[in-house]
C-alpha cells in the first residue's frame, strides 16, 4: 500500500511540474506576442511619420506665419 501511495504523489508531483512547464510556455507565448505586435506598430507609426512629416510641417509653418487679425466678437469697443 505504501508503495501505491508513492506511486501516486510521484505522479501528482510530475503532473503539478508538467502544469507548471505548460503554464510557463503560455507566458511565454502571450508575451512574444505582444512583443511582436508592439514592434509592428511602431514601424507602422515611424513609416507614418516618414511620409507625412513634411506635408505637416507645411501646414503648421503656413498656419503660424499666415495671421489674419480679427477683433473678437466679444470684444466691446468703448
Avoid at 503539478?16 to 511565454?28: D, F, N, W
Amino acid at each position: 500500500m505504501a508503495a501505491s501511495n508513492s506511486g501516486i504523489n510521484t505522479l501528482l508531483d510530475a503532473e503539478k511540474e508538467a502544469s507548471k512547464i505548460v503554464q510557463k510556455a503560455r507566458q511565454y507565448q502571450t508575451s512574444h506576442r505582444v512583443e511582436v505586435e508592439t514592434e509592428q506598430k511602431r514601424v507602422e507609426i515611424e513609416a507614418a511619420f516618414a511620409k507625412n512629416r513634411d506635408a505637416v510641417l507645411q501646414k503648421l509653418l503656413e498656419t503660424v506665419y499666415t495671421v489674419e487679425p480679427k477683433i473678437h466678437p466679444n470684444a466691446r469697443l468703448n
